[in-house]
Nanobody, 116 residues
Framework: QVQLVESGGGLVQAGGSLRLSCVVSGSTFSINAMGWYRQAPGKQRELVAS???????NYADSVKGRFTIFRDNAKKIVDLQMNNLKPEDTAVYYC??????????WGQGTQVTVSS
């Protein structure tokens, strides 16, 4: 069974940077597109960045130009570099598949808090 473990969150001032990392266990990693999602208090979970198995990327308009998603298929890692963070980026961040077939079991996520 696939297991997702996110890390790298923390408290940062507006304008700062963080790099999130997701380690994926299980043999299906290289098959699927992967994404980083976030959920702020009182809001629905949203997809902020995705990367195909070949490395093509897509970003939500709210993070375009500030966030960069990476993947290493050999190491089964998906990273999210977040620059110029804003208070509205505050959320719990999760990685998961970006696939019409559904999601892997969700990990615990990693909290990102951006102070103004």
């Amino acid at each position: 069974q696939v297991q997702l473990v996110e890390s790298g969150g923390g408290l940062v001032q507006a304008g700062g940077s963080l790099r999130l990392s997701c380690v994926v266990s299980g043999s299906t990693f290289s098959i699927n597109a992967m994404g980083w999602y976030r959920q702020a208090p009182g809001k629905q979970r949203e997809l902020v960045a995705s990367i195909s198995r070949s490395g093509s990327t897509n970003y939500a308009d709210s993070v375009k130009g500030r966030f960069t998603i990476f993947r290493d298929n050999a190491k089964k890692i998906v990273d999210l570099q977040m620059n110029n963070l804003k208070p509205e980026d505050t959320a719990v961040y999760y990685c998961n598949a970006d696939s019409p077939l559904g999601y892997y079991p969700w990990g615990q996520g990693t909290q990102v808090t951006v102070s103004s």
